[in-house]
């Protein structure tokens, strides 16, 4: 579980003190993953598959953003 939490603070944080929570942050990885999965999945099923770049580009800046930590 340590190793888990050790990749979640890399991955949402690049500097060696944060400066906000890192457990919003955290919890805003998890749940925008599991956005553009299900988002993904639903727009093939539903015959709309040409938005799901579009799903994955926003994803992207929003960790982006998290990632540069935001003032």
Not at 6 to 34: M, P
Not at 40 to 62: D, K, N, Q, T, V
Request: glycine residues 4%; proline residues 4%; negative net charge.
């Amino acid at each position: 579980m340590h190793e888990l939490k050790r990749l979640l603070l890399y991955v949402t944080n690049n500097e060696e003190v944060s400066r906000h929570e890192q457990g919003f942050d955290i919890a805003f990885f998890i749940i925008n993953t599991i956005a553009v999965v299900v988002g993904s999945f639903l727009l093939a099923a539903y015959g709309e598959p040409h938005w799901i770049p579009f799903l994955i580009i926003e994803y992207c800046w929003a960790l982006d953003s998290m990632r540069h930590n935001r003032p």
